[in-house]
């Protein structure tokens, strides 16, 4: 069982006083009290486990170089998320430049099956993930930060340097391919039960 | 499927939000050891620095101190002769009591025997003394011959037409001596030469009145007839009857003559002394002197480079005849009455003395390099001064309370690593801000330490200040504004650069980001050496009491 942050505010700024003092074991119990929050959002940002753990990596780097410049007004796990979020992001935008969209969207657009009367509340952790990871980069940064990030369009396209309508069918195009292949789980779960 | 997709991002938000999940233990140990890299690559000083902290705090404050007195020390032992004697010499062309003239000796002796051959002298000197005598004789010495007998006044002798002060500093002293006791002889007709009784005091002269006045010239050139009179009054003896009295008025002799001035045009003065008691009450008798020009001098009074030379000096110098040929020389005239001491001057260069100021300014804070931060800005001061004269009364600036000071400051200000690009609670910052003004600059060395958190902050400082005077401050200032009196214990030796040892503390109450109040106190502490002598003269102690609004325009 992961141990939750459940640290009072005031021993927490105590913590984190200390870890800025560069004291290890400071900063080892900050690492173990956040990573496990941090590390599935590395991981929904990245295209592998070893991708996940390079940006959680880089993320906790930075987060302890940078930490002076918290202030103690908001949320600890709060500013340490956005540090994480920003590092994915700057490794998938690298990877966006190179990854073909086309062939995609037709895809989608031949597909047209889809069982509303479905449930899928009982796809776990790791499904989803895989889903997530299949999407193109793009798709998967506006994905993420609008449904997991709660950031609105104008945000999105401020951010990725894109445009609102651009975010806007990104977003659309990514539900439209995770909505296909929740589709083909169902479709071959029904399968197997049948048989 | 018409696009109805927001039920997959709950699907996916309900699925995923809340996990947890620990990366492998590589992770951490990766970290470990970039962040391991990042300090060693920090530079060997500062890295030391922050691992010993509480080391260096106390080194700090050691060295700053032995630093200072290390300075002090060396500023006492390098100031030079050459620096006090300019300070003088200037005092001395500026001050308004000029001088009183000393003959040479060569010159005094020569009208000692001028003065032996005068027919008058000669009718003096053979004429009999007769101390109960009613009859009061008055003299009148002068070149041209005139003279005049009162009566009640036995022996008026003038041994020098010229006279210094009769003081122990007279130079021809000896040989005005050696005059007046030939002419004693002659005097009182004893073919032995009586010793001068130099040092045996009597009462009745103890208490001879004596005068001197300083009058300038009338005339632009002085033509004949300037005259300059003097009254010199004083109790021969307070508790002598009318009888003793008048015996010992008629022994009595005056001294009197017009010093010639010194200059470097030759004597300007050709005097005429004539003496007149004055029908005053016989315990205190009044001689008048009158001294009159008589011939024109070489050069115009306008021309005289010499501001002594622009007035002359008549004095009265009681000496007491006595029937038996001893002649008492009041060696040291009665000094005139003390003038009423003036209040003490305000000197700029009180910097020490308690002030109220005004100050408003703007100061930049650019931070570079991480680890320093460079201050400039322009500070308006308004400082109102006042200084507590000898008997504790204060006193205000004579030329205005209020004096207007622009300062401009700049400096750089090392800021503890750990603690970022501000100093956060519980930092010490080393900072030196050279103020500079057309006056002065001063370099002020502290170490700050903050402490206190959130609203309520606290600092402490220590540290010097060392302030030199530039030379538009020294020059305008000693014409004006020297302090001759009042010297006492508490008073400094300025000079041209001088130490001050700080110690502060303060209160920052924070409204909000921007807007803070500050209360601050600092004792400075004079470190240079105490001398009475020199002319700039300023308060050791200096104890000021800060409060203001600080406003951050750009965080």
């Given amino acids: 069982m992961i141990e939750a942050l459940h640290y009072d505010k005031e021993n927490l700024e105590l913590l984190v006083k200390k870890a800025i003092s560069n004291d290890r074991v400071a900063q080892n119990k900050l690492y173990e009290l956040l990573a496990a929050r941090m590390f599935p959002v590395c991981l929904r940002y990245s295209k592998s486990r070893e991708e996940a753990e390079e940006i959680l990596q880089e993320s906790f780097i930075k987060m302890f170089t940078h930490l002076k410049q918290y202030r103690n007004d908001g949320s600890f796990e709060g500013w340490v998320r956005k540090i994480v979020v920003n590092t994915a992001l700057q490794k998938l935008r690298e990877k966006a430049r190179s990854y073909p969209i086309v062939n995609i969207i037709e895809e989608i657009s031949e597909q047209t099956s889809v069982s509303e009367n479905n449930t899928y509340s009982n796809i776990g952790f790791k499904v989803l993930l895989e889903l997530i990871q299949k999407l193109p980069p793009t798709y998967q940064m506006v994905f993420n930060l609008y449904v997991f990030e709660g950031l609105k369009h104008k945000e999105i396209a401020k951010l990725l340097n894109i445009s609102e309508g651009t975010s806007k069918s990104n977003l659309y195009d990514a539900r439209m391919i995770l909505q296909k292949e929740i589709s083909k789980l169902d479709r071959s779960s029904s399968k197997s039960t049948k048989l | ?555």
């Avoid at chain 2, 992770?27 to 010993?52: C, G, H, M, N």
């Avoid at chain 2, 000071?405 to 603690?419: H, R």
Wanted: with cysteine.
């Fill in chain 2, 1 to 555: 499927m018409s696009g109805d997709t927001h039920h997959i991002d709950e699907l996916f938000r309900n699925g995923m939000e809340g996990h947890s999940e620990m990366p492998s233990p590589l992770v951490w140990d990766k970290i470990e050891k970039a962040l391991d890299k990042k300090d060693d690559s920090k530079r060997p000083f500062i890295l030391f620095f922050t691992q010993y902290k509480k080391i260096w705090m106390v080194l700090g404050v050691a060295v700053l101190c032995i630093g200072l007195l290390t300075m002090g020390v060396c500023y006492v032992n390098s100031y030079t002769e050459k620096d006090i004697n300019t300070l003088n010499e200037k005092a001395v062309a500026e001050t308004k009591q000029p001088r009183p003239a000393v003959e040479s000796p060569e010159s005094s002796v020569a009208k000692a025997q001028t003065l032996k051959t005068n027919p008058v002298i000669t009718e003096l000197t053979n004429k009999k003394h007769n101390h109960n005598s009613n009859k009061s004789e008055k003299l009148i010495l002068n070149n041209i011959g005139k003279k005049e007998i009162q009566k009640n006044l036995s022996v008026a002798t003038q041994l020098n037409q010229s006279t210094a002060h009769l003081s122990s500093n007279v130079p021809n002293k000896q040989r005005l001596n050696d005059t007046v006791n030939n002419h004693s002889d002659k005097l009182a007709g004893n073919s032995k030469k009586q010793p001068v009784n130099r040092n045996s005091s009597n009462e009745a002269v103890a208490n001879l009145p004596y005068a001197s006045k300083s009058v300038p010239f009338k005339n632009k050139t002085d033509v004949a007839g300037s005259q300059a009179i003097i009254q010199s009054a004083g109790n021969i003896n307070h508790n002598a009857s009318a009888v003793q009295v008048a015996e010992e008025q008629t022994k009595l002799a005056f001294l009197a003559g017009v010093n010639a001035n010194q200059h470097d045009l030759g004597p300007i003065v050709k005097s005429i002394v004539s003496f007149k008691p004055l029908p005053n009450s016989v315990k205190t008798p009044t001689i008048q002197a009158t001294a009159t020009t008589v011939q024109p001098t070489q050069a115009p009074i306008s021309d005289r480079k010499n501001v002594d030379n622009k007035r002359f000096h008549i004095t009265v110098t009681p000496i007491a005849l006595y029937q038996d040929g001893n002649i008492k020389i009041q060696e040291k005239p009665i000094p005139p009455p003390t003038p009423p001491q003036p209040p003490i001057l305000w000197n700029p260069t009180y910097l020490a003395a308690t002030t109220y100021t005004y100050n408003a300014g703007l100061l930049t804070d650019i931070h570079f390099k991480k680890r320093f931060s460079f201050q400039t800005g322009l500070t308006l001061s308004t400082q109102y001064f006042m200084v507590n004269s000898a008997d504790g009364v204060a006193v205000e600036r004579p030329d205005g309370s209020i004096k207007y000071t622009i300062s401009y400051d700049i400096g750089i200000v090392y800021l503890d690593p750990k603690f970022g690009t501000k100093p956060a609670i519980g930092t010490i910052e080393p900072i030196g801000n050279i103020k500079t003004s057309l006056k002065y600059v001063q370099i002020p060395m502290l170490l700050n330490w903050h402490f206190g958190n959130g609203k309520l902050q606290g600092f402490m400082s220590i540290g010097g200040n060392y302030t030199m005077l530039t030379r538009i401050s020294l020059n305008s200032d000693i014409a004006q504004e020297r302090v001759k009196q009042n010297i006492t214990d508490k008073e400094v030796d300025l000079r041209f650069n001088y130490l001050n040892a700080i110690a502060g503390l303060g209160l920052k109450w924070n409204f909000n980001k921007r807007l803070a109040f500050v209360l601050s106190s600092q004792y400075h502490q004079s470190i240079t050496p105490f001398l009475k002598t020199d002319l700039i003269k300023a308060y050791p102690n200096n104890l000021t009491v800060q409060s203001g609004i600080q406003v951050g325009l750009f965080k």
